[in-house]
């Protein structure tokens, strides 16, 4: 069961780009307590989808400008980070 919930599809292009309206660049503890999670392990949590929104968001710039080369290299990390730091972890998408 994962530690974390957060009621959030970060593979919507509109909940990105409201999770990057919200939050910003915003990392570390301060994201992790505007999110609600605490413990170990909530700093991490945080930052892996403030990772992921901002990969998601660069990959569907790209995609939008019909650069598919480089909307796959962000989906690739976008993968790698869901994959790895959120998958367990976080109750999301």
Same mark, same amino acid.
Do not use: P, Q
């Given at each position: 069961? /994962?530690?974390?919930? @957060?009621? !959030?599809?970060?593979?919507?292009?509109? =909940?990105? =780009?409201? &999770?990057?309206? /919200?939050?910003?660049?915003? #990392?570390? *503890?301060? !994201? +992790?307590?505007? !999110?609600? &999670? #605490?413990? #170990?392990?909530?700093?991490?949590?945080?930052?892996?989808?403030?990772?992921? +929104?901002?990969?998601?968001?660069?990959?569907?710039?790209? *995609?939008? *400008?019909? $650069?598919?080369?480089?909307? !796959? #290299?962000? =989906? +690739?990390?976008? $993968?790698?980070?869901? *994959? $790895? $730091?959120?998958?367990?972890? @976080? =109750?999301?998408?």
């Amino acid at each position: 069961m /994962a530690k974390f919930a @957060i009621d !959030l599809n970060l593979d919507d292009e509109y =909940e990105v =780009e409201d &999770f990057i309206n /919200a939050h910003g660049t915003s #990392k570390g *503890r301060g !994201l +992790a307590n505007t !999110l609600g &999670f #605490k413990g #170990k392990g909530s700093v991490a949590a945080a930052n892996a989808l403030s990772c992921y +929104a901002w990969n998601k968001h660069t990959a569907i710039s790209c *995609r939008k *400008r019909g $650069d598919i080369t480089n909307a !796959l #290299k962000y =989906e +690739a990390i976008c $993968d790698w980070i869901y *994959r $790895d $730091d959120i998958t367990g972890k @976080i =109750e999301c998408w």
